[in-house]
Structure formats: C-alpha cells, structure tokens
C-alpha cells in the first residue's frame, strides 16, 4: 500500500488541472487553488472549464481526493507539497513573464508551516528561476523549511491526462535529499503504473516502469526547454525537407517513412505541415533562444528552428497565390482554427495568422472549426465568415487550406463539397486527405512537400 501525501496545487490550467486529477487518481489528497471566480465554480461542480478530453471522466473517479478552492489558507499550510502551476506567458524581453509566478509566492507565503514542506515550480521558467525563488521565499518565510525544487511538465494538450498519468519520464530538480524523496513518494504509483484511469486510457497504460531522473534544479528547467526545443526543431527540419521535396519531386512522405525506422531518429515530430504553434514551442523557442544570448551564448541552430517555422505558413500561401494567379478578391476557406486537433486553444492559431495575411493580400476569407463556438478568437476587420458548418464554409470558395487536421476533414466527402466550390482546389497543409480520394473528387490537390 502506498502511503498518500497531502498537495496543494496553484494554478488549475492545463498543467496544473492534469496534474492536480493525475495525483488524485495515484492516491494522494490534493487541494487545487484556483483564483479566477467564473473557473472555479466550474471546477467545483465537477466540471473542467476548458476543452480537454478524458479529465471530466478522471475527475468522477478520483472526487474523493480532489477538492477547489480560491484560498491559500485552505491548501498551503497542510500541503507536504506544494506544486505551482500557473502559467508564464511570454514575455518580449525576458521571453517568460513571470509575474503570475511571484505574485503565487507572496501569496503563499504568509502559510507556510514551520514543517518540512517542498515547493515544486512545475511552471515553464528561465533557468537560474529557482534560486530567485529560494531568495525571495528566505525573505518572505524565513521560518519555513522549505525545499525548492523544479519538476517540469512535458504534456501535450489534447491528451494532457494521459501524459500526466502515463509520462515517458519523472525529473526532479532538487538540492535536498529529503525532497527528491518526498517526490518519489508522490510519484511512487505513476512510476509503477499502478494508477487508475478512465477505461479508454487502459490501452495506453506502459508496460515498464516509468523512469525517474534526479538531477540538479538548473537541469531540470532547462530540460523542458531542451525538450520542446529538439521536438520544435524535428518539426522545422521536416518542414525544410518538404520543401526541398517540392523542388525536387521527391515525397515527404517516402522521406518520412525512411527516416522514422531509424531508431536514432525516433518516430514521431516528422511532420512536414504549416508549422507548429500553441502556447508552448512558439514561446519555449524564443525563451531559449533569449536565455542563451543573456548567457553569452547565441544559439544559431535554434534561431533558424524559429525562422523556418515563421515562414513556412507564408511559403504555402506563396505557393497558392501563384497557382489561383493572385488572392486579391478571391475568397479562400479556412479549415481549422484551434493550433491542433482535439483542442479549443488558439494561442499561436496558424489558421488565425493566415487569416490576417490572406486579408492583407486582398482575399475574402470563411473559416470553419468543429469548435467554433468554444474559440477565443481575435476581432478580425471585414471579410471574415467564420462557419460551424463545413459546407457553408465551402459555398463559392476558391480554394480551401486545410490548417488544422481534424478527423472531420478527413472524414468529409469531399465529392460532395467539391461541388460547393467555385474551384476545386485544397491546399493540405498537415498532409493529412487522402490523394486518392481528392483524385477522384476532382480535386486540384497541393500539400506540403507531397508528390
Ligand atoms: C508541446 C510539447 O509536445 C509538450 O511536451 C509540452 O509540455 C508543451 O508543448 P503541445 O503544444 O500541447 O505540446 O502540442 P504538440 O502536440 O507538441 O504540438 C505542437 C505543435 O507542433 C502543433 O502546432 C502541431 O501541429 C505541431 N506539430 C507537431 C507539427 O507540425 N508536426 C509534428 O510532427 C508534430
């Protein structure tokens, strides 16, 4: 029988939320802070106030060892642990703005026992944020026995449970052996693969044990940037072999297939498309990038990642511009707002950024998401329509992109809408329709790298 902890967790976005159900589900008692009213009386009814699958599912398991609250008071002084989750937007002159950060730590501090307790920052931060924290909290508490340690998070919205529960690896920065052990109990049935999960998470439960990693606090924030920046740089790589293919008339995908059974490259990330985006390679990207120059150190490779991916979604409306001979008073349809399937994030949107651009060259643009109606989107000037429905969105289009692969693109009958268009031609820019069925669907088909 493992022995459970008390948690407190601050912050109930996608990290902190997972993360906080994750532990509930392992067994221990865990104590979300959450600040923002309207998200909290959500979260107290049960319920998850963004769109993520599985964790409403989770929640219902795991009621008993989960509870919201808008004070400190309430989860600080019991906590053995105490994780901060809130986010750290970006920020243009230290690439993370940290102020959600500081302003949790004031906060807590007034409810800090006199016990053992570790604080975990789980948020994204710079490297050297730790011992900021450990100065400030020396003033703020100095009768506290806190350890500080890092412990990033590496999960993927869209399947941030089953990342949280099922992770590829646990790293602990900390400098007190006490408080890696502390965390090797909290961790002690995720690494063992003991936790209980909603049923269609099952298939997905690893057959090993989890690994954990101790290592020093500085390494730990800047493993998670190292992370995000290898994936971000898989990503530009394949982008910029797409685009070699589409001037050669070599395949993107043959080149994919060869490269992912290489078992030193390893099989996911290679995929060619418009580029990534969301809350976190845009932002983990530049971070890095700044952190490095602040350090004496310009990282070169890591700016052409940043450039690549910046370009690649105006390389593609310079392909389509020249194939429909201009966009001016074309009208162009978006297909997919959210930065990636199975979210109703649009933070860093590739779709929401085309739009501008199309607007900018002239074109009238309609925009179709399957999730429109949970979309924070920006005001965008005349010449948008934005649709929930999918043939509507098509009606008396020039040419559709295809920005965000949904499973409802490629599902759709694509016979069927062809015959809303003005002109059949889709611009794929995931890679993700089948050839075959734009063949036969008399479509003029363009994708990235793809021949
Ligand atoms: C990412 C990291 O994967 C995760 O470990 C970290 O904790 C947070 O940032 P996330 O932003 O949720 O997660 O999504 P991810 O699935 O990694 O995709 C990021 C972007 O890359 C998306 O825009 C996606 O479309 C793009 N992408 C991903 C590609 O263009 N090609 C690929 O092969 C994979």
Redesign the pocket.
């Known amino acids: 029988m493992q022995s459970s902890l008390e948690v407190a967790i601050i912050g109930a976005g996608y990290v902190g939320l997972s993360t906080a159900v994750a532990l509930a589900l392992a067994g221990h008692r865990v104590r979300v802070v959450e600040q923002q009213t309207q998200k909290l009386e959500v979260l107290q009814q049960g319920q998850v106030p963004f769109f993520e699958p599985d964790l409403e599912a989770a929640i219902l398991l795991c009621a008993d060892n989960l509870c919201f609250t808008a004070q400190m008071q309430k989860a600080v002084p019991t906590a053995d642990i105490i994780i901060l989750a809130v986010s750290t937007p970006p920020s243009p002159a230290h690439g993370a703005d940290l102020r959600q950060v500081f302003a949790a730590l004031h906060q807590l501090a007034v409810f800090l026992p006199d016990r053992q307790q570790v604080l975990v920052v789980k948020s994204t931060v710079p490297v050297g944020t730790h011992l900021e924290i450990q100065t400030l909290m020396q003033q703020l508490a100095p009768d506290a026995n806190l350890a500080i340690a890092s412990n990033p998070?590496?999960?993927?919205?869209?399947r941030a449970l089953r990342d949280a529960v099922f992770p590829d690896r646990i790293v602990i920065g900390a400098s007190e052996t006490w408080a890696f052990a502390r965390l090797q109990q909290l961790y002690a049935p995720i690494m063992a693969g003991i936790v209980q999960v909603p049923e269609n998470l099952e298939i997905h439960r690893p057959k090993h044990a989890i690994p954990i990693l101790e290592v020093s606090a500085a390494s730990a924030e800047l493993a998670k940037y190292a992370?995000?920046a290898f994936?971000a740089m898989k990503?530009s790589f394949?982008n910029e072999i797409a685009n070699v293919c589409d001037s050669t008339g070599a395949d993107i995908g043959d080149i994919k297939s060869t490269l992912q059974l290489d078992t030193r490259i390893g099989a996911d990330?290679?995929?060619a498309?418009l580029?990534?985006?969301?809350?976190?390679?845009p932002k983990d990207t530049k971070a890095l990038s700044q952190l490095a120059l602040r350090s004496g150190y310009e990282f070169r490779l890591l700016k052409a990642v940043i450039e690549v991916n910046n370009e690649q979604k105006y390389r593609a409306l310079n392909k389509l511009e020249h194939v429909l001979h201009g966009l001016r008073d074309k009208q162009i349809a978006i297909l997919g707002l959210s930065?990636?399937p199975d979210t109703a994030d649009t933070r860093e949107s590739i779709g929401v950024d085309l739009i501008e651009e199309l607007l900018a060259r002239g074109a009238m643009v309609k925009a179709h998401d399957p999730m429109l109606a949970q979309l924070q989107l920006p005001e965008f000037s005349q010449g948008v329509t934005l649709c929930s429905d999918l043939a509507n969105c098509l009606e008396s289009c020039d040419a559709a992109i295809l920005v965000t692969e949904w499973r409802c693109y490629q599902e759709a009958n694509w016979a069927l809408l062809g015959q809303r268009m003005s002109q059949r031609i889709m611009f794929d820019g995931r890679n993700t329709l089948s050839l075959k069925a734009m063949q036969e669907a008399d479509f003029v088909y363009i994708g990235i790298g793809r021949n």
Do not use: D, P, T
């Open positions: 998070e590496f999960l993927r919205q869209g992370a995000n994936l990503i394949m990330f290679l995929n498309g580029g990534y985006g969301g809350s976190c390679f930065f990636k």
